[in-house]
Structure formats: structure tokens, C-alpha cells
């Protein structure tokens, strides 16, 4: 689960940004909405431990992030956190399931060869495991992305605008794999998103307004 509180972000020379508190439990999914320029970009990147907010908490698990600094907050993310970038990054000189097994490595977790596989299976990319993802579709490397995100059990999952260039079927199918993915290793879902389509079919939301913008 996670919670947050107070939260806070200045940037140097720039906008001051304040959020609304809210909470996700484990196995439930929400959605952070606005308009361009609201902070949605900078919350996700608060939330996963990529910046440290000026104020407030930041709670996965027992764990409050806003004091974890440096390598323990990046062991803490590597183990706790899995995150869906809107653009994947990939190491482009290793297989499918090589950069599956790599993230576990780089955080100091087991290597589980069999757990990453069955992944790759529920999602029905497991015939590509020893394919490079420079030869996958974007649909494919998305569904890759998604298995790296849960390759490490996180308690959180952090997904980044994944349906911004999608259709309406393909929109909802994504959320859909997401959702159950999240309920597989019983992980807290966040989607950062603008697109409004994903209203409709997730009911708990943060809305974040221009109003919570501080110039």
C-alpha cells in the first residue's frame, strides 16, 4: 500500500507544487489525473523515491521514502517499487528475459529464473523470451515492461501514461492486464495519467488541479 501526506515539491527557480493526501491500499488501483502542467510527472517521480519532495510523507508499506536517501532508497525502490515508463529502456544487448533477470540483480534480489519465465507466460509473451526487444512490436515491449515492473513482487506499481497511444480496445485491455497483474502479487496499482477513458473503468481517483500549482 501507500499512503501520502502533506506532500510537497519546490523546484529551484520555479512552481511550487502541493498534493492532495490520499491512500492506495494493496490489491487496489488508482488513477492521477490532470491537465499538462498540474505535477503529475513530478508526483510519479516523487512517489517512486526519483526525487525527494520539500515536505510531507511518502508511505509504502511500514516505510516512510521522504527519509530514505541515496543507496538505501534506491535498494528500497529496486525491491518495493515496480515502474512503467511511457517510454521503455530496455538494455538493448540482452534478451527478453535477460533484462528481466538483470533487475532483480541490480536489486539485490534473488535471480528467479522460473518466477521470471511464468510472467512472461501470464502475459502471454513467453515465446519471446530469448528474442532482443530491439525485434518486439510496441505492444510487445509494453508487455515486457509490465513483467519488469513485477518481476521483484513490488508493493507498489507505478504506470507511467501506458494507454495515452492506445485505442479504446487496446486502452482498456492494458488496464485490464494491468489490474490483474497488480492482483497477482498483491501490489498497490497507481496509473499517472491525462487519458480520460480510463475514468470510466477505475473508480478511486486524485485529481490534481492548477490551483495546486504555487508560482
Known amino acids: 500500500m501507500i499512503r ?36 503529475k510527472t513530478t508526483l510519479l517521480h516523487l512517489l517512486a523515491g526519483l526525487m525527494t519532495p520539500s515536505n510531507g510523507q511518502i508511505i509504502i508499506g511500514e516505510t516512510d521514502i521522504s527519509q530514505l536517501s541515496g543507496n538505501r532508497m534506491d535498494r528500497f525502490r529496486g525491491k518495493n517499487v515496480g515502474i512503467i515508463f511511457q517510454k521503455n529502456h530496455f538494455v538493448q544487448s540482452l ?8 533487475t532483480q540483480k541490480l536489486s539485490g534480489v534473488k535471480q528467479d529464473l522460473d518466477y521470471a519465465k511464468n510472467i512472461l507466460r501470464q502475459l502471454n509473451i513467453d515465446q519471446y523470451i530469448t528474442k ?15 513483467a519488469r515492473s513485477l518481476v521483484n513482487r513490488p508493493k507498489l506499481i ?33 496509473i499517472v495519467t491525462h487519458d480520460g477513458r480510463l475514468k470510466d473503468l477505475v473508480e478511486k481517483k486524485v485529481i490534481l488541479n492548477k490551483n495546486e500549482v504555487n508560482v
Not at 133 to 140: A, F, I, M, P, R
Not at 165 to 182: H, R, S, T, W
Request: with cysteine.
Open 132 to 146: 532482443s526487444t530491439n525485434d518486439l512490436s510496441e505492444g510487445e515491449k509494453q508487455r515486457v515492461s509490465i
Open 95 to 102: 534478451n527478453v528475459i535477460e533484462n528481466l533477470l538483470l
Open 158 to 190: 507505478l504506470a507511467d501514461e501506458p494507454t495515452s497511444a492506445l485505442d479504446d480496445g487496446n486502452c482498456q485491455a492494458v488496464y485490464n492486464l494491468l489490474k490483474k497483474q497488480a492482483k497477482e502479487v498483491d501490489a498497490a496499482l497507481l
Open 4 to 39: 501520502v501526506e502533506d506532500l510537497a515539491y519546490s523546484y529551484n527557480n520555479g512552481p511550487s507544487l502541493s498534493f492532495p493526501d490520499f491512500e492506495v491500499k494493496a490489491d487496489e488501483a488508482c488513477l492521477v489525473l490532470g491537465q499538462s502542467g498540474v505535477g
